[in-house]
């Protein structure tokens, strides 16, 4: 696997494939790892994980510019990303074990019944290049703290950040084979979920590719967890704070070159305030600034791949070519690597690119909207369901409409986020399952009822 510099189109590093041969004794190793692991006491695979956070934070220089190289993460948000990392370390090291004790039920006098959590296995990860380090310990944290052993299949473009994944936790004291990576294809994915010795996967990823692991995993009755795209609807209400409302939806539509299921991507306001909310939000999106994901100063790097710059442009290109206006950005930048500028999108008619599909970059499409009825269609009008920010003065104005849209999360007068306290995970073409929090330890466990008379 060669990782290039999305900023310079220069090879980075190059890695050496793993062979099925490598794959074969990668999960020999993973099944030997488990049947010690499951039986550690709880206590010590949370202290474990206490110390893979101290390792995140020592090293979260070092991880944040091997994120910028292979993917062209800023770099203070790549250190933000570590730092993420180690508090939801943090956050399991302190509550698995309450989030794993067992739970007791009526039972018949002289009878005790309980749910016990237990381990499943080997858990598979399929994960993305976006956030490379997060996507990861979020699910990596709770399941391996839970009695599992991970075996994290990364996107191909960081081969780097999967290696220094598994650095962290050889560093911070796991046994071997508790935490390996799989450089591997695409290609062998099913080969992996159809053996016998992997025992659930999961993925955050495209929707094509969760469809397949879906699909295998189904016809080998293996439980999966998947978070998907998403296309969020940031609805900006006649009441709303219009400049909190503009500097954050900019900040949640260009936050990693818009490289996130999660951000805001469809930007619905109304009607009384929508010029205002415009030309505030237009202001907010060209200050920022564009440039070398190592610079500290950079708001906004490049896109990951030259492929995935040229994908995007074409959505856009499609958008206008059916009736949108580009208000500003809107065509590659003029300068070496993948650079896409904050693009603002307005009068996009009905089933264009901008309208019922993901935009995976710094474009936001604006519509204007009559009331809160509307506002609310709009934000459904989607197959995605993912998150929803909702912007108003009034506290319950908003939750009410927060309530109304479909997604696995709403946010009022913030943007969406994941946090290690809450579930998190989507509905429809968003995927199912959760993760984080209570929710997310619990998706990969054996609840075993057990019944003593």
Known sequence: MDAVNPAT???VESYEDHSESDVDEALDQATEAFAEWRDRPLREREQLLEDAGEVLRENRREYAEIMAREMGKPIDQGVSEVEKCAWACDHYAENASDYLEPEHHPSPPGSTVKTVYEPLGPVLAVMPWNFPFWQVFRFAAPYVTAGNVG????????????????????????????????????????DAIEDDR??????????????SVAATAGENLKKTVLELGGSDPFVVL?????????ETGAWARNQNAGQSCIAAKRFIVHTDVYDEFLDRFVDEIESLTVGDPMDED???G????????????????????AGATVVTGGEPMDREGAFYPPTVLTDVPEGCPADDEELFGPVAAVWEVEDDEAAVRKANDTQFGLGASVWTADRERGERIARR???????????????PRVPFGGIKESGYGRELSEAGIHEFVNRKTVWVE
């Open 238 to 246: 006649d009441d709303a704070d219009l400049e909190a409302a503009a």
């Open 298 to 300: 950079v708001d906004v």
């Open 405 to 419: 849209i479909d997604a696995g999360c709403t946010y009022v007068n913030q943007l969406v986020k994941s946090d």
């Open 151 to 190: 075996l994290l299949k990364h996107a191909s473009n960081v081969p780097g950040c999967a290696v220094a994944i598994e650095e962290v936790f050889r560093e911070a004291g796991y046994p071997e084979g508790v935490f390996q990576s799989l450089l591997i294809p695409s290609d062998l994915v099913d």
């Open 302 to 321: 490049p896109q990951a791949r030259e492929d995935l710059m040229a994908d995007l442009h074409e959505q856009v290109e499609d958008s206008v070519e």
């Open 198 to 211: 992997v025992r659930a996967a999961t993925l955050t990823g495209s929707g094509p590719a969760g469809r």
């Open 9 to 11: 189109g220069e090879a």
